[in-house]
């Protein structure tokens, strides 16, 4: 159980003393494209829910089975110096599944730029 806040309250002591994450997660919503890098070929999206240095918690209707090896793909916010946006490729594992999502652990990511933003 994630110790978290969202719409159901406090999370409980026994729930924070269970928490094994040795990084802290930040919520997050982006949109995410994903496929598997295996034989079994499986594509989607979702929704992120949050977001740690080493892992990731994706929303899906999708039935994403755990050790399944998965490349994400997701618009960053943020720009670089002269409008560059930025996507996010990251490549890793899924380690938990449950109804409507899956938490992947990061093998590698790296950012790619995706052109340059329209003028505004």
Aim: proline share 4%; with cysteine; hydrophobic share 35%.
């Amino acid at each position: 159980m994630l110790p978290t806040t969202r719409g159901r309250g406090a999370a409980t002591a026994s729930e924070i003393a269970n928490e094994r994450r040795t990084t802290k997660r930040f919520p997050i919503e982006l949109a995410v494209f994903y496929h598997t890098l295996s034989s079994r070929a499986i594509s989607g999206a979702g929704l992120t829910r949050d977001m740690s240095s080493h892992g990731l918690l994706i929303a899906s209707g999708d039935g994403i089975d755990c050790g399944t090896t998965l490349e994400i793909r997701m618009a960053w916010p943020g720009e670089l110096d002269g409008g560059a946006r930025l996507q996010l490729v990251v490549t890793g594992r899924v380690v938990r599944c449950e109804p409507g999502a899956f938490a992947l652990t990061f093998k590698k990511y790296e950012f790619r730029t995706r052109g340059r933003a329209p003028d505004k």
